[in-house]
């Protein structure tokens, strides 16, 4: 049912004039001479939209009413874990609930919060001589951590740090890891706010360790 629902749908944009993302298959967009656009994503049997001109959405709606059973539940507060706050200013977005989910299934809701996710001048390796650890566990935590990056770019370089020991992990990678549960606890209402006005600018720093890579 899933596969003939995505090849349904597929079809239906496409012969409206949807383009889709060759690397995102649930992503289309249309636009037309004057600039306007349309987004559509659909996950499963949600399907989320926006733009840039707020008339062409009621026109959308009509028409996906009359192919498909749809409810409209106005503009999007939650997706995916995703919290979503719409403002005259901007939009704020983040895991609130998410990261505390996470705090108490791996049992930190309690722990005592640290400023920063990583140490500074800490190093890992694959070698280091401490105990294993459950690797089921391990892996259960660092999924859920990256899932949190998603909105969390702060966390993004020390997630993807210890994700390289996914295979040789230890009592000492663990302890790393719990660190960065420990940095949510007292950043748990951070996220990223757009703002309205589209004055904005990502900076990004590097440096030439070869990302701190101690093993290769």
Not at 86 to 92: A, E, K, P, V, Y
Not at 141 to 170: F, H, K, W
Not at 172 to 195: E, N, Q, V
């Amino acid at each position: 049912m899933p596969r003939a629902w995505n090849s349904r749908i597929d079809k239906y944009f496409q012969e409206r004039g949807f383009k889709k993302f060759p690397h995102e298959h649930a992503l289309f967009v249309k636009m037309n001479g004057k600039g306007d656009i349309l987004i559509v994503f659909l996950y499963v049997d949600d399907l989320i939209f926006t733009g840039n001109y707020v008339k062409i959405f009621d026109g959308f709606k009509k028409e996906m009413a009359k192919e498909f059973e749809m409810t409209n539940i106005g503009l999007m507060s939650y997706y995916l874990g995703i919290e979503v706050k719409q403002r005259d200013d901007g939009i704020f977005i983040s895991q609130e609930a998410y990261a505390k989910e996470v705090l108490k299934r791996f049992n930190m809701e309690n722990c005592n919060p640290i400023s920063i996710p990583i140490e500074v001048e800490k190093k890992l390796s694959r070698h280091v001589k401490e105990g294993p650890i459950d690797q089921t566990f391990f892996r259960s935590l660092v999924g859920s951590l990256r899932y949190l990056t998603c909105i969390r770019p702060d966390i993004l370089y020390a997630v993807g740090y210890i994700s390289r020991y996914m295979e040789n992990q230890t009592t000492y990678h663990f302890k790393m890891a719990k660190k960065i549960l420990r940095y949510l606890k007292g950043t748990i209402d951070l996220g990223i706010f757009y703002p309205a006005s589209g004055d904005m600018k990502l900076v990004g720093y590097s440096d030439s360790d070869w990302a701190r890579d101690v093993d290769d």
